[in-house]
């Protein structure tokens, strides 16, 4: 049995795979014992070198994955207030005698632009511009000579984008 130990106790020094260095001196029947030793530093040296690689590429696969959450989540929230925002334009576009009401839902949606604009939101600019799919929803096509080419003559529900996503396109009326 202490013999079995002792077998035991030897297997740990030795490294968990024999470099090839240590089976050739093995078959000749010598066993240089530095170049065992290089040999084994070699494997270990490229096992951290490709564990540092592995992790570097964890790090930073992990951080685009934070960084695409955040905005998901940001482009979520900045959604669930476009009603606001709508119903907010549609009550500046009604006359009223009132003018302090209509000063508090100025001030209001002054607000709400401004948060918008803290968050990176921007609004897709429509009217007088050319159509393009990417950013606009045509719901009106109309032929008149005064226009350009697919242009934007008429905006119904702003289009808004956070960086180079877009969050709502504008729904407009395109000329020609």
Not at 113 to 122: A, I, N, P, R, T
Not at 133 to 141: I, R, S
Request: negative net charge; without cysteine.
């Amino acid at each position: 049995m202490s013999k079995m130990n002792h077998s035991d106790e030897e297997r740990e020094d030795l490294p968990i795979e024999a470099p090839e260095v240590e089976r050739e001196s093995a078959q000749m029947g010598e066993l240089d014992p530095m170049a065992v030793l290089e040999e084994a530093l070699a494997v270990e040296k490229d096992r951290t070198l490709r564990l540092a690689a592995e992790y570097d590429n964890f790090r930073k696969r992990s951080q685009k994955e934070r960084e695409a959450l955040y905005v998901d989540v940001k482009t979520g929230v900045v959604a669930a207030f476009l009603p606001v925002y709508d119903n907010l334009a549609r009550a500046l576009e009604q006359e009223t005698e009132d003018k302090a009401y209509y000063k508090g839902v100025e001030m209001t949606m002054a607000q709400l632009k401004e948060v918008f604009s803290k968050l990176g939101v921007k609004e897709i600019p429509a009217v007088g511009e050319k159509f393009d799919p990417a950013f606009h929803d045509a719901v009106y096509h109309v032929e008149d000579e005064a226009h350009g080419e697919s242009e934007i003559i008429e905006q119904f529900m702003a289009g808004f984008m956070l960086g180079d996503k877009v969050i709502r396109h504008s729904v407009v009326k395109v000329a020609n």
